[in-house]
């Protein structure tokens, strides 16, 4: 794709230096990604600013580069009289729109869902992602779960865990579109729109989950979090809205002047859960609408993913689909990896993975596991070395009396010291030294301790972020799979008793 720009000001506002017209193939944000015709925009990041890789990205083939420093973008041009220099006063909307532009303004012909929140929001996408595609709508998501098309995760490569930087985003709408897709849905995350990636996406729906304390490292306070999340339903046409949660739903609600539902087990919701059941099979509900009651059993597993489910019909509903006709599909939603996760081996006893790394998640997953037979719970928690240190104890206080055995240990360290990050956690215990606590400051130490605590009958519950391919040690992303730790545990032992400790 070349897409010649002459009229800069039609898509960003901003000073040119140089030539007022050049084709553009790609838009990138590292230097080390232009190729020929690029267009290189500088990024002020936490440990490099991407003015200081101007020359590199030149060398590497880019014709157009954008940033903020007019006096140094000035002075470029004379060294490089064959380049344009666009000074911005913004360059990470700058980002957003040049990439919209030059991918051909793709969420324009793509029906778009965003869904926000601090838990459940991969849930929900593949939710919305599964109903959509049983009802021969081709859909695809973008999240943590990977980049999926209507059929397959695809190769895309994902540079940031959730929701991607906005020439991705943009470069993934348009292989949508190519395939003749016609819809998307988008995790969105606080931080994504806070750093403006999702910024020119007009949504058809977005949805929101709820809101407890998480990314305080990166927004200083809870009212800002909330605030950037608030942002997502000012793109909006329709909204979908969990009245249960009290922190954020209320805001929705006043700000929001479009077609608006509400959902969960208050009375006044629009699509009111209750008479919840779950077992092994999945949970049944009735499910409470303006059309009527309708009983529903779904292949999902405890409350919260009632919950979720419910905000994925409102999406659906949103989205032109009749009740009947959703409902008629609900035994095709899928779970995405990682979320109440079920392994399937020739353990004697039952594990379940989730993705549970805050405390309002950790205690979803505890009561979802609850309705579960088993002769006794044991339960990993970690502590998450790159976010906010204060969650860690609160952690604690939410395994705290439901599990027979807990052991804590270390996700994401970072730069983190990993016996600072287990001790943080253990401050959130009563009496940190009960024999039921144990400690492991690396993950796959912490779950193979949890097998050999276990025994026939028992569930082993497996929480945490051990779900996105890799952990960050230092600063770097280092490949991980916890199903192949998993595996590792039992390939090495020739019996079920010689995994066991006596």
């Given at each position: 794709?070349?897409?010649?720009?002459?009229?800069?000001?039609?898509?960003?506002?901003?000073?040119?230096f140089?030539?007022?017209?050049?084709?553009?193939?790609?838009?990138?944000y590292d230097?080390?990604?232009?190729?020929?015709?690029?267009?290189?925009?500088?990024?002020?990041?936490?440990?490099?600013?991407?003015?200081?890789f101007?020359e590199?990205?030149?060398?590497?083939?880019?014709?157009?580069?954008?940033?903020?420093?007019?006096?140094?973008?000035?002075?470029?041009?004379s060294?490089?009289?064959?380049?344009?220099?666009?000074?911005?006063?913004?360059?990470?909307?700058?980002?957003?729109?040049?990439?919209?532009?030059?991918?051909?303004?793709p969420?324009?012909?793509?029906?778009?869902?965003?869904?926000?929140?601090?838990?459940?929001?991969?849930?929900?996408?593949?939710?919305?992602?599964?109903?959509?595609?049983?009802?021969?709508?081709?859909?695809?998501?973008?999240?943590?779960?990977?980049?999926?098309?209507?059929?397959?995760?695809t190769?895309?490569r994902?540079?940031?865990?959730?929701?991607?930087?906005?020439?991705?985003?943009?470069?993934?709408?348009?292989h949508?579109?190519?395939?003749?897709?016609?819809?998307?849905?988008?995790?969105?995350?606080?931080i994504?729109?806070?750093?403006?990636?999702?910024?020119?996406?007009d949504?058809?729906?977005?949805?929101?989950?709820?809101?407890?304390?998480?990314?305080?490292?990166?927004?200083?306070?809870?009212?800002?979090?909330?605030?950037?999340?608030?942002?997502?339903?000012?793109?909006?046409?329709?909204?979908?809205?969990?009245?249960?949660?009290?922190v954020?739903?209320?805001?929705i609600?006043?700000?929001?002047?479009?077609?608006?539902?509400?959902?969960?087990?208050?009375?006044?919701?629009?699509?009111?859960?209750?008479?919840?059941?779950?077992t092994?099979?999945?949970?049944?509900?009735?499910?409470?609408?303006?059309e009527?009651?309708?009983?529903?059993?779904?292949?999902?597993?405890?409350?919260?993913?009632?919950?979720?489910l419910?905000?994925?019909?409102?999406a659906?509903?949103?989205?032109?689909?009749?009740?009947?006709?959703?409902?008629?599909?609900?035994?095709?939603?899928?779970?995405?990896?990682?979320?109440?996760?079920?392994?399937?081996n020739?353990?004697?006893?039952?594990?379940?993975?989730?993705?549970?790394?805050?405390?309002?998640?950790?205690?979803?997953?505890?009561q979802?596991?609850?309705?579960?037979?088993?002769q006794?719970l044991?339960?990993?928690?970690?502590?998450?070395?790159?976010?906010?240190?204060?969650?860690?104890?609160?952690?604690?206080?939410?395994?705290?009396?439901?599990?027979?055995?807990?052991?804590?240990?270390v996700?994401?360290?970072?730069?983190?010291?990993?016996?600072?990050?287990?001790?943080?956690?253990?401050?959130?215990?009563?009496?940190?030294?009960?024999?039921?606590?144990?400690?492991?400051?690396?993950?796959e130490?912490?779950i193979?301790h949890?097998?050999?605590?276990?025994?026939?009958?028992?569930?082993?519950?497996?929480?945490?972020?051990?779900?996105g391919g890799?952990?960050?040690?230092?600063?770097?992303?280092?490949?991980?799979?916890?199903l192949?730790?998993i595996?590792?545990?039992?390939?090495k032992?020739?019996?079920?008793?010689?995994?066991v400790?006596?």
């Amino acid at each position: 794709m070349q897409k010649k720009l002459q009229h800069w000001n039609e898509v960003v506002e901003g000073t040119v230096f140089g030539p007022l017209a050049q084709y553009a193939s790609t838009v990138e944000y590292d230097s080390r990604e232009t190729t020929e015709d690029s267009i290189f925009v500088c990024i002020p990041g936490e440990n490099y600013d991407g003015h200081q890789f101007i020359e590199q990205a030149i060398k590497n083939g880019a014709k157009t580069v954008a940033g903020t420093d007019a006096h140094l973008l000035s002075t470029y041009s004379s060294t490089f009289p064959s380049i344009t220099f666009i000074h911005v006063a913004d360059a990470r909307l700058a980002l957003a729109h040049l990439s919209s532009h030059v991918f051909g303004n793709p969420s324009e012909s793509i029906s778009t869902i965003g869904v926000t929140g601090t838990n459940g929001k991969t849930t929900v996408t593949s939710f919305i992602y599964s109903i959509l595609n049983a009802l021969s709508l081709r859909t695809g998501s973008i999240g943590t779960a990977g980049i999926w098309d209507d059929a397959q995760k695809t190769s895309f490569r994902q540079t940031v865990p959730t929701t991607p930087e906005a020439p991705d985003i943009h470069r993934v709408l348009d292989h949508f579109n190519q395939k003749g897709m016609k819809a998307a849905v988008i995790e969105s995350t606080s931080i994504a729109i806070e750093q403006k990636r999702l910024a020119t996406i007009d949504f058809n729906v977005a949805v929101h989950t709820n809101l407890t304390p998480e990314h305080l490292e990166f927004h200083g306070s809870m009212e800002n979090y909330k605030q950037a999340k608030l942002k997502l339903f000012e793109q909006a046409e329709r909204a979908v809205v969990n009245i249960d949660d009290t922190v954020m739903a209320g805001d929705i609600l006043e700000i929001f002047n479009g077609p608006l539902l509400t959902y969960g087990k208050n009375e006044r919701a629009d699509l009111r859960m209750r008479d919840i059941h779950t077992t092994l099979d999945g949970t049944s509900f009735t499910f409470q609408t303006h059309e009527g009651l309708f009983e529903v059993h779904a292949p999902v597993y405890g409350e919260y993913n009632v919950s979720n489910l419910l905000a994925a019909i409102g999406a659906c509903k949103q989205a032109g689909y009749s009740m009947a006709e959703i409902l008629s599909v609900i035994s095709m939603v899928k779970c995405p990896e990682g979320r109440y996760q079920i392994v399937k081996n020739d353990a004697p006893y039952q594990i379940v993975l989730d993705y549970a790394h805050t405390p309002d998640a950790l205690s979803n997953i505890l009561q979802a596991v609850s309705s579960i037979p088993y002769q006794k719970l044991i339960v990993m928690i970690t502590g998450v070395g790159l976010r906010d240190p204060n969650k860690r104890p609160l952690m604690a206080k939410a395994v705290e009396g439901m599990a027979d055995e807990i052991i804590v240990s270390v996700d994401q360290p970072g730069f983190a010291d990993r016996q600072e990050v287990v001790n943080d956690v253990l401050k959130g215990f009563r009496n940190p030294l009960e024999h039921n606590i144990h400690t492991k400051l690396y993950r796959e130490e912490a779950i193979h301790h949890a097998f050999d605590l276990a025994a026939p009958g028992d569930l082993v519950l497996l929480t945490g972020i051990g779900f996105g391919g890799y952990q960050v040690i230092g600063n770097e992303k280092v490949p991980y799979s916890e199903l192949e730790v998993i595996d590792d545990y039992f390939n090495k032992c020739p019996s079920y008793k010689d995994c066991v400790m006596f």
